[in-house]
């Protein structure tokens, strides 16, 4: 049985029931995990199972009876378009241009995150997920990855803005999507977990590998001056994922840049202005707000 309230008062049972408890603490506590709970349900893209609004009653210790506006069996998704429907499932024609394929994978690498979300042991929810600044990444975020994964994956999406966190998100699901994107050597879950690195087919062609790499550092990338002091541009690029910081290294000494070595176990630079340069003229940024950086920066 699924759980369906008035408009606004499944945020507002949820907020009830998290009170002073972090979005983990509180997940923990229904048995689903945080970015289902404080995106999904949150934003009521999904309905309440019966089980979870119970409990989130139980812990806000309220009666929301009162708010329910529909009781829906748990079948209900297969023909209303809910947890199971058939946008989880279709078929999706992709595109054969493989460098389209190869940056999409670069962002998803970077600021992406493929989920498969189990509820009641069964996966119902298949997604991918971008993330990004909904104000400097605005552009990026709502233009410019919608339309290239609809040219890639004959796919819309859909976007939203997180209110009051400056968080811009691009929402793709499917099946069998996410299945081919595992296909390709991305794994689903936590890619730090997963140690997830540049899939080889990527690794073995140059021109594959730089649009990757532009779609990584248009998303975990940023440039910016030296120092004070000096007033050349650098580009640096960060991860916390051993091996993609790794791979993404070697990409670059591939490609023909001289890359610093990885500081701190988790970034390098490009700090050869001819580099900086070279991947500018060659690669390029498919992010305005890198480029505009870049223009501004080399101009003052």
């Known amino acids: 049985m699924r759980i369906k309230l008035k408009r606004g008062k499944q945020k507002e049972l949820i907020y009830l029931a998290k009170d ?8 923990k506590c229904l048995s689903i995990s945080p970015a289902y709970l404080s995106r999904d349900l949150k934003y009521e893209n999904r309905i309440l199972s019966e089980e979870i609004y119970l409990n989130l009653c139980k812990i806000a210790n309220v009666n929301f009876e009162e708010h329910i506006v529909d009781k829906l069996e748990d079948n209900w998704g297969q023909s209303k378009g809910g947890n199971i429907s058939s946008r989880n499932t279709k078929d999706f024609a992709h595109s054969d241009d493989k460098e389209d394929l190869a940056e999409t994978m670069g962002i998803i690498l970077g600021d992406g995150h493929v989920s498969e979300i189990k509820r009641e042991k069964k996966i119902r929810v298949y997604c991918i997920r971008i993330a990004g600044n909904s104000k ?9 990855i919608p339309e290239l994964f609809m040219k890639v994956f004959n796919e819309k999406g859909s976007v939203m803005t997180a209110p009051n966190r400056n968080c811009g998100y691009f929402t793709i699901y ?22 997830q690195g540049i899939p080889c087919w ?18 975990d990338g940023s440039i910016h001056k030296i120092s004070r002091n000096n007033k050349n541009l650098r580009i640096d690029f960060t991860s ?8 993404t290294h ?27 340069e070279k991947y500018v003229r060659e690669i390029g940024f498919s992010n305005s707000k890198n480029l505009k950086r870049y223009l501004n920066l080399r101009n003052n």
């Open 136 to 144: 400097t990444d605005k552009d990026y975020i709502f233009g410019y």
């Open 240 to 247: 916390k994922i051993p091996q993609l910081l790794t791979d």
């Open 20 to 27: 002073n408890k972090s979005w983990l603490k509180l997940s």
């Open 174 to 195: 499917g099946k069998n999507l996410i299945e081919y994107i595992k296909s390709l050597g991305i794994k689903s879950g936590n890619k730090k977990m997963n140690n």
């Open 202 to 219: 990527i690794k073995s062609d140059k021109i594959l590998l730089a649009r990757c790499a532009k779609g990584l550092i248009d998303t």
């Open 250 to 276: 070697e990409a670059f000494v591939s490609l023909g840049f001289n890359p610093s070595k990885i500081i701190c176990e988790n970034h390098f630079f490009l700090s050869r202005q001819s580099e900086v």
